[in-house]
């Protein structure tokens, strides 16, 4: 595989993405539906604010169950989004970002160009890049 590959021949140019103040329901079930592990949580500018995962929509919400008072349906994707992400430019090397990405333990990485998502790398378009060269 060519080590000069850029991420951005090979990101998703349209990621997931919802708004800060879009429910945890309607996160889950958007994950639900379209077969993701996770979303990114963007503002009207399409500035990166977070990212969720199905972890955390499934922690937030099983939490709820068992806290009186609590209604999973009031929590927004700001409420539970993590808000330090790690992104990467759309000109950052491949190996480079697969290597970060398994030694942070992470499945996706935004693509982040000046401020706002461009794009989107996750472990499964990885192994297609991987797959298609062995």
């Not at 079930?29 to 995962?53: A, H, P, Q, R």
């Not at 000109?91 to 989107?120: C, H, W, Y």
Request: glycine fraction near 6%.
């Amino acid at each position: 595989m060519n080590e000069s590959f850029h991420i951005k021949d090979f990101m998703n140019p349209k990621p997931m993405t919802v708004l800060p103040d879009t429910s945890i329901v309607e996160v889950a079930k958007i994950t639900l539906k379209e077969k993701l592990s996770g979303v990114l949580v963007v503002d009207k500018s399409n500035n990166l604010l977070g990212m969720i995962s199905e972890l955390d929509c499934l922690r937030s919400m099983s939490g709820s169950i068992y806290h009186e008072g609590r209604n999973a349906s009031t929590l927004r994707a700001q409420d539970i989004m993590t808000k330090e992400v790690t992104s990467v430019s759309p000109e950052a090397q491949l190996f480079d970002v697969m290597t970060s990405m398994l030694n942070q333990g992470q499945r996706r990485r935004p693509v982040v160009e000046n401020g706002k998502v461009i794009g989107q790398v996750t472990c499964r378009q990885l192994l297609k890049i991987i797959t298609s060269y062995s």
